[in-house]
């Protein structure tokens, strides 16, 4: 049933105030997609999103949205690509501005992606959707209500705002790691100040980055909403159109909520899933390792561990410890080295390998500087030629795993993700086959 979406139904207790304008009655939208009255709602009023030059109702997915911010603060969209929730944001920034009181003299922040233009091209589309004479590059004032878009790479100015009201972060699952973190912080420093809405829309990108994370949440502020391509079939994506889309090789990342797809090219994403299998983690009594890549500035403590079966490497422990206590790291490994006798350590982590070693542990030393090449064409090869397991209880590793790609020194990438788990799955792999006859490692010490 079609619903006209009023002001009443989103600000029920100020309505009693007969907000209204000159222009157009407090509706956002009425659900018609022709009408002969500008006045009937605020998008008719403005006019309706276009595409291909061909006028578009808001759908019924983006007026779910809609719903859910009349009564969740915290909104986090995984969306595909070409759905328009950008644009109904924006719409939906300008009618607060125009029709809700609770808006008059804050501000509303708009965060993109580390470009300039970027947050050029935010403003100027809502200068088009409802043109104001207080307009600048990279903000505009409706109502007595800035708005004003942040490329996140300048967020400092962000941080003194006396009243912000709503804060929209765009694609944010494409901000620059350390950006991610930042945009975060400083949102949501705001919810004791000024209780804004916080609205976190993107297409989804890699595997344990800002959308990943958020979403294995289970305590997130966060509202979750998954808006797929199927959500706009036979709406704003013909069928012809998603067809086409299908011929890209990133049209599961795109288009179907899918993390890094298609993404790495060390560890194949097809290889990568010929590897994984269910499989006994309990350990017998064959060769054990573990391999430890310990946690600095902001990267997570990662360990590794694997058994040695019928000349196949099985991972049967994979876990990442963020903000780890040294102390309390060394005592959990010293546990688990009880039962995985050998264990790597990245040279770098001195603290611990000095505290692991005043514990009792045997600790063999990995230079990464020396070894990370040959670590890397090993798993690789072990990958390709199936000499090693993942169970799929350890999906963090196996998504690290199918996005990491090769820098320019063909070592693994780490700008665009963390690969903390798999440095320790590096190690893990070069140890089994690096151990020689007389059990000594050959580990670039």
Not at 84 to 113: D, H, M, Y
Not at 422 to 432: E, I, T
Request: aromatic content about 10%; proline content about 5%.
């Amino acid at each position: 049933m079609r619903k006209d979406w009023k002001l009443q139904d989103l600000y029920p207790q100020t309505f009693e105030q007969n907000i209204t304008t000159e222009s157009f009655l407090p509706i956002f939208y009425c659900g018609r997609l022709e009408s002969n009255l500008k006045t009937c709602c605020f998008n008719h009023n403005v006019g309706l999103p276009v595409k291909n030059e061909r006028d578009l109702p808001i759908f019924d997915y983006e007026l779910e949205i809609i719903d859910i911010l009349k009564i969740k603060k915290m909104l986090w969209v995984k969306k595909a690509t070409g759905l328009g929730i950008t644009e109904l944001i924006l719409r939906w920034i300008i009618f607060q501005a125009l029709t809700n009181p609770q808006l008059k003299n804050s501000q509303v922040c708009i965060v993109t992606a580390p470009r300039l233009e970027l947050a050029i091209s935010l403003i100027d589309r809502i200068n088009k959707i409802f043109p104001s004479e207080d307009h600048k590059a990279t903000s505009t004032t409706i109502n007595g209500v800035k708005i004003e878009a942040f490329p996140s790479h300048h967020l400092d100015t962000m941080r003194g705002l006396p009243n912000p009201k709503i804060i929209f972060l765009d694609e944010a699952d494409f901000f620059p790691q350390n950006m991610q973190k930042e945009a975060i912080a400083i949102s949501e420093r705001y919810i004791a100040k000024s209780n804004p809405h916080i609205i976190l829309v993107s297409t989804p990108n890699m595997p344990n980055g800002l959308f990943d994370k958020i979403e294995k949440d289970k305590n997130s502020l966060y509202y979750k909403l998954f808006l797929p391509y199927t959500v706009g079939l036979g709406k704003i994506f013909t069928e012809s159109e998603i067809e086409n889309a299908r011929l890209s090789a990133s049209f599961e990342r795109e288009y179907n909520l899918k993390y890094g797809t298609n993404e790495g090219n060390i560890f194949p994403y097809t290889l990568v899933d010929d590897i994984t299998e269910s499989y006994n983690l309990a350990l017998g009594n064959n060769q054990k390792i573990l391999a430890i890549d310990p946690a600095y500035s902001n990267s997570k403590f990662a360990i590794v561990g694997g058994e040695k079966r019928d000349g196949i490497v099985y991972v049967t422990h994979c876990e990442t410890i963020p903000f780890a206590s040294p102390t309390a790291m060394a005592e959990n490994i010293s546990t688990l080295a009880e039962t995985y006798p050998t264990v790597l350590v990245d040279s770098a982590g001195t603290g611990l390998i000095t505290d692991l070693t005043l514990k009792g542990v045997d600790v063999s030393k990995v230079v990464f500087a020396k070894s990370l090449n040959d670590m890397t064409i090993n798993a690789s090869r072990m990958v390709k030629e199936k000499t090693v397991r993942i169970n799929p209880a350890f999906n963090d590793l196996i998504a690290d795993l199918k996005a990491v790609r090769f820098n320019e020194k063909a070592h693994p990438d780490k700008k665009l993700i963390d690969f903390d788990l798999g440095d320790a799955f590096l190690m893990l792999c070069y140890g089994f086959n690096s151990v020689k006859k007389t059990g000594a490692f050959n580990l670039g010490k």
